[in-house]
Each structure stands twice: as structure tokens, then as C-alpha cells.
């Protein structure tokens, strides 16, 4: 098992940014990929961004070049660094791991609950 959670929502303007945490707990986190996905009200959970074990980045193109994606496994931790963000990025986002990186919501076997990002125009 691996417990997650996120920390790092909040409101922000347009164009401001905010980092995203996945504080994972349970089996060796290095051995996982993660990946960050969102879920707008009334809209389907869509991939946002994941990285494999490795360190290999994947990113939906539209947060391609405004989200960074990264991981530190000594401390058990993965980010998502969110740049020049806009109304549309309002969403609750959710961090998964799974063995294998994928960016279907479906192939994750672990999620955290989830932290609301909201940007105001």
C-alpha cells in the first residue's frame, strides 16, 4: 500500500503560480511512478502530468511549458510547480502512484484526496 497527500492548493491570480506536494508513505516510493491528475466541477478527471522512476517527465499539452513535474525520493515527496496559471487550471488536482507511468487515470492503483487549485481572472 502507499498512502498519499497532497498539500499546496490555494486561490491565485492569473498568471500567478503555486507548488503542488505528494506526500507518499507505505512501500519504497522510488520504485513508482506518479502522476498528477485534475477534476473541474462537472468536467471529467483528465491527466495533468506524471513521472516515472526514472525521472521521465510526461505532460498534457495543455500545461506543456507552464507545469513542472519533479520528485525527490529521499524524501518521499513529488511536486508539480505550476507557472502562469489561468482560470481554466481551476480544478481539484489529485497525485496517484503506480508502478508503471501512464497517463490514464485508470492505471493508478494508489490516489491522495486531493487539493483544490483555484485561479481568479
Known amino acids: 500500500q502507499v498512502q498519499l497527500v497532497e498539500s499546496g492548493g490555494g486561490l491565485v491570480q492569473a498568471g500567478g503560480s503555486l507548488r503542488l506536494s505528494c506526500a507518499a508513505s507505505g512501500r519504497t516510493f522510488s520504485n513508482y511512478a506518479m502522476g498528477w491528475f485534475r477534476q473541474a466541477p462537472g468536467k471529467e478527471r483528465e491527466f495533468v502530468s506524471a513521472i516515472n522512476w526514472r525521472g521521465s517527465t510526461y505532460y498534457a499539452d495543455s500545461v506543456k511549458g507552464r507545469f513542472t513535474i519533479s520528485r525527490d525520493n529521499a524524501k518521499n515527496t513529488g511536486y508539480l510547480q505550476m507557472n502562469s496559471l489561468k482560470p481554466e487550471d481551476t480544478a481539484l488536482y489529485y497525485c496517484?502512484?503506480?508502478?508503471?507511468?501512464?497517463?490514464?487515470?485508470?492505471?493508478?492503483?494508489?490516489w491522495g484526496q486531493g487539493t483544490q487549485v483555484t485561479v481568479s481572472s
Open positions: 496517484a502512484a503506480n508502478r508503471d507511468v501512464s497517463n490514464s487515470g485508470g492505471d493508478y492503483a494508489y
